[in-house]
């Protein structure tokens, strides 16, 4: 499914057709994707203006000069295709531009959202109000990692994947951020010592930003906006390796954690 780093190469492909554009048509083809899309959509987009573009977690966000900002998810199978050359059954969303770029959410599954949040109270919109920092912000730090794990008895790879201690991690980057960092995943997060938060949340940021340059993809059915499909996954460190050797000379090993696959090398991981 769409990771964060697929997310981030979405909304940098769409703010370089949408920024300062104006909206001329849009087509609604169905009336929903997991949940039913805004009975206004339509009327709000058409001849709304795109203000800027940005993301929170795993959300896309187009800001419009009315107020509003349009939240996107893409679920586990949505794209934005970009002048998309013929009509797809699966572009549920159909935007031009006055310019005459056409843009079309495609999902084939339809477990992505689309809704439409007063800009000024975005922080407010139900998934956002819990949330914890951005993995790529300022507001990230050893320390605000440290405090948000002070006491917790829960290893730390699940705590790295709550969404209310850090925003919109996946299961693959923190696999691969824990291997860098040198911790353990099964260790007791309010254990983890000073000088290894140190060295994970450079670690975070490294792993996504990696992913991020390289077009970021997880998964075979994802395509960027230009419709270029993009493959990061050859370059994981222990993640997808059980049994392969890890570069310190040691085995990658798999166990399960929280119903989620942990790759790790316990040689270099402590
Ligand atoms: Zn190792």
Redesign the pocket.
Known sequence: MPELPEVETTVRGLARVLEGERIARVAANRPDLRRPFPPDLVQVLTGARVTGLGRRAKYGLIHLDRGSTLVFHLGMSGRWRIDPGAADRHDHLVIETETGVRLALNDARRFGSVDLVMTEAIDSFGPFAAMGPEPLGDLLTPATLRAALAGRIAPIKPMLLNQRIVAGLGNIYVCEAL?RAGIRPDKEAGCVSKSALERLVPAIRQVLGESIAAGGSTIRDYAQPSGELGYFAASWA?YGREDEA???????ERFVQGGRSTFW?????K
Do not use: A, F
């Open positions: 291997h222990v890890c570069t310190c000379g040691g085995k990658v090398c316990r040689k270099c991981q």
